[in-house]
């Protein structure tokens, strides 16, 4: 078995022979990492153990021309961003960094496998042998040590700022008025930054840094600094790393960071509702004017056959609608016929995932799921609203007079059972806990058929997420079910109640909208358990996991 693997992480290996040394020299909440390149040692100061930005002060630093680095701890080993944050926190270790031009002579062999046990460097211990054979390695002439030449760097940001969109507006309010507004300066900043990102990658190297800086204030010379050394360091300062530019890259560095961040999760898949997912063909290629032209005949007939066959055809131009941030919010203003035609959403939901899938729940919560989920509850801690929801379950109210009880029926009861087994959890932002029985009215509420459903509506305070509002004389006897989305009512296509917790599901994938917090678990269990969608990708707490198992391997 390989070191490693056996005691595992190399940090935690190295804490074995160092236990007093296992953490990393930390001062103004920065870490201080040692780094070797060629035959020069400097410390380096990071904000936290990035490899990333560990790479762009080694840069920095060094100033090190290459287009590609690699780092190596003392002992030749290769390190890369996965182990890089363990490492970095062994106190004294040293980095060893090579870029593209190192043909690996510079280096001497491995040090000694012996270990000092009193030394408080002596994981970063480098023989006079290493030193005397770098010092006998031929020094190469680099080009950033050729100065830098003012016309040639005038004539390059010229050459920038005339090709790139909105450069010539830069060369012409200099020309007018003799100098740069801030804004403008910003607009230049951005210009030049992006052409060495473009050029170079994320890291650009220090010289062109210094050359675009100089050729900023030789092709604008009322920018430049008199009374500083260079004239240029307020745009790019190598000895500080400071300046318009460095900060622009380091803005540019991070956000791309967070887009490779972003599209890893897409890659591997977040799960649920908001997940934008391949769309399906659904016929001939359709235009937007095309699509424009549908909603507009379907906003003006009466035919519900009509109505539904132009949903089927703009389907993916809703879905591309929904997933954008800036359009999303008006959906239903651009398609209202959702508001008053039933089966619209069933009928999204099924190009979404198909018609099998979008089965499950009505085919197997009455034959598999219901029972099971009451015999789990029936061990739950009691109280007298899940004694009652108990009863209702499984029909157990049939022989008391109706004004006794104002339960729900058999299959909402169950679902209200399935909420107490998964209940809400603490929120970490909120602080705020709810009970099941509270949540039960983020799920579903009743309304008086005597009263107007406006009244409801004018009720509903701030935001809520999508929830399901029953009209009936009781809970027992509702006749008609309704999805409640921004203060407006979606009429179900089912007449049961299990229908209708049906579409309230099948909504939130098809307006990609989150599930509410205090039903997150409930929702999560029937998204992956029931309906079967992306079981294997959503995040799922340790509860719902083990509901699935009690339930998929009873009898």
Partial sequence: MHMLTRWGTAAN???????????????DGKMIIKVQYENRKKYIKLQAADFDEFISEVREKFSIPGDKITVEDDSGTEVDETVFAELSSVEGICFVVKDSHDDGTSQSSPPSTSWPSNSASSLSVFSSSRDSDM?????????????????????????????KAGGTKVLEEYDKTGKLCDSTRRHMINILAGDMV????????????????????????????????????????????????AWRIKTIQRK?????????????????????RELPQTGDHLDEEYCKESISLMNHTTDQEIVKQKMKETFNYRQRLIH???????????????????GLIAQDFSLLFGPQTAAKLLEKWPTFYKEKVIREAESLT??????????????QHNDESPEVHQEWDSDTA?????????????????????????????????????????????????????????????????????????????????TTSLAAFDELFKA?????????????????????????????????SPKVKELRAKIMNSN
Wanted: charged share 20%; glycine share 4%.
């Fill in 508 to 540: 939130h994938f098809v307006f990609s909208v989150n599930y509410d917090d205090a039903l997150s678990h409930m929702f999560t269990f029937l998204q992956t358990t029931v309906y079967g969608i992306d079981a294997a990708t959503t995040k799922q």
């Fill in 382 to 395: 009691t109280t007298s609203v899940l004694q009652s929801l108990l009863k209702s379950a499984r029909n």
């Fill in 256 to 276: 791309t960071k967070l887009e490779c961040t972003k599209m890893k999760m897409q890659n591997t898949g977040g799960g649920g509702p908001t997940q934008e």
């Fill in 135 to 163: 010092s006998r390695q031929p020094k190469r002439v680099k080009c950033d040590e050729e100065p830098l030449q003012s016309a040639v760097a005038k004539d390059l940001i010229k050459q920038i700022l005339q090709t």
């Fill in 414 to 494: 169950s679902l209200l059972l399935l909420l107490h087994i998964l209940p809400p959890q603490p929120s970490k932002k909120k602080k705020l806990k709810i009970s099941a029985t509270q949540a039960m009215d983020h799920l579903v509420v009743f309304h008086k058929s005597i009263t107007s459903l406006e009244d409801h509506l004018e009720k509903v305070e701030g935001h809520r997420q999508p929830y399901i509002l029953a009209s009936g004389t009781h809970k027992w006897a509702v006749s008609n079910y309704y999805i409640v989305v921004d203060r407006m009512l979606i009429p179900c296509q089912g």
């Fill in 324 to 342: 954008n941030s800036d359009e999303s919010h008006t959906i239903l203003t651009v398609f209202p016929r959702l508001l008053d035609t039933k």
């Fill in 13 to 27: 290996f190295l804490s074995l022979f160092h236990p007093e040394q296992r953490l990393a020299c930390v001062v």
């Fill in 198 to 245: 473009e050029k170079e990658g994320r890291v650009p190297q220090r010289r062109t840094k210094e050359k675009y800086a100089l050729g900023i204030v030789t092709l604008f010379p009322a920018l430049k600094d008199p009374l500083s050394a260079k004239g240029y360091e307020h745009f790019y300062d190598a000895q500080s790393g400071s300046g318009f530019l």
